[in-house]
């Protein structure tokens, strides 16, 4: 049976600094009806992804500035329940940006087909695959552009991009130095995913270390944090090196922090550093799918996904991740699979 | 007669801040005899560049850093005045990194020949070609890539660099915004090299005159001076801007000053933010030199000299171009043209 009662997680307040329960509110609300054209979808699966720390600051971003009562926006993962388009049959899986609610009654053409991929378990599409896997993919490839010996160094490398980052580095021939908080965190991304070398920046000789763990400089550094680890890598670079800028996880809380005080080395050393946002079209999947998908079955790409309960989880997991709790792709579970 | 005494400006400490009389010395030596594979130079002329601050810090940059008691560092320009290589004929006019001395004994392939340019006067090889021109033609066109229509702000607007970029980018269809210290200065951008408009950065409300400027967004910003300047460009660029990090001026006297705040903005609008020096190899003289001798042949690329007299100005004319004092390409000449 279709449901036809809805619950939501609706934007209450624009957050200052570090999210708050009370920024939200849950409200249960009808479905509407279904027109020519749409489908009806059930959550599965909520991504819970550094960039939704941006999507709630009282500004336009490179999407609209989340407004008052409107739901909190999300990449999420469902199944149609209902369809008036013949792009997308009931029971099919697909992903959108239809945010935190159990059920939504969306445009076909704003949600995109998810293409079988078993034997890998349904979170794979956020774990591997998805924005996850192309934002790794394309940013590690396309921009950084690494070739085999040069040195690759990615911070938050134990986050769900980081860690696809350093092992796609390993694959291309590259030396994989992963910046990540913690002793656990550094044993896994050696021990377990096969980098070089895993830095601990909670050490207090840590600038040390990691000019230590990079004997040849750093070619490639693809950033998720911004902030101090920015202006660190700045002076390690070598000629000619790039910056991926993915992320900088570090400032979301506070958009107006200082700056990089060793910017300047982007004249001196003819670096390019380079912005990329995986939803531009620009970025192809096929390539990045193709090699995602061959490289995890021959078992050199591992991931993994931490999956929290409910809707109501989501202001917390936004935290969680910002402050590195997570083991593995966080994504909330808002219904169950069929 | 070919001279056997030399007078040369050596450098007794590396200034901190501003640069002051005391970190230099001038000294008399006699010049060594030349070898197989040499030439000795006069110098005519020494072009006084940002870059040099940067030289004299206490660290390598893209050039070893400069020692106590060697010769300060200059792009000169000079006249062969005895070889014993084949590369070069006496009387030939060249061009190299042999600093500021009034003579020189250089291996031959450390200088380059220079191409006649009549009806232009000599001092065109820094004012409109050379490093300069190339610094200009190369970094708009080849970093920032340009697009007819297209917005293009530059820094330093008056300077020899800006100058010839703000032109260059109006041949190229564009858009085109200078910053430049004082009205004077900005009249000049606007009635005689013909920007489209021009923004004096000491205005109370510069950053609302400059967002004025640019009704539709920054699509190139071409940044000799980073700092402030920058942190502003970063909220008024376009989604896919690109800037053409050339020189950051205003950091010069302190590398580690504040950085950009606002640089979180190259993530969110996927900005493309590379730095270049126009020593490396990958920029190809050709196409940048029949460039600008066709549009200076054609009226379109004002250049000018701003000419000081005599190797002991060396010191205060880097200050004089740090605080934007002249008015023109700035010049030393410690010879005169034959």
Partial sequence: MTATANRQLLLASHPKGRVRDEDFRLAESPLPALAEGQVQVRTIYISIDPTMRIWLHPADNYLPMLQHGEVMRSVSLGVVEASRSSAHAVGAFVQ??????????????AVMPLPPIAPLPLTAHFSLLGHIGMTAYCGLVK?????????????AAAGAVGSLVGQIGRILGCRVVGIAGGEAKCRHLTEVLG?????????????????????????????????EMLDLALTLMNVFGRIVACGMISTYNDLSAA????IAQVVIKRLRMEGFVILDPQHDAKEAYEHLLKWAAEGRLQHRAHI??????????INMLLEGRNQGKLLVRVGQEP
Same sequence: chains 1, 2.
């Fill in 96 to 109: 959108g940006l239809w945010g935190c609610q159990e059920h939504a009654v969306v445009d076909a053409a």
């Fill in 143 to 155: 921009i950084g552009r690494p070739l085999a010996g040069e040195t690759v160094v990615v911070s």
């Fill in 195 to 227: 980098f070089d070398a895993a830095v601990d920046y909670r050490r207090d000789d840590f600038a040390a270390a990691l000019k230590e763990a990079c004997p040849k400089g750093i070619d490639v550094y693809f950033d998720n944090v911004g902030g």
């Fill in 308 to 317: 929290l309960e409910g809707l109501e989880c989501v202001p917390d997991a």
């Fill in 259 to 262: 700056g990089p005080r060793n």
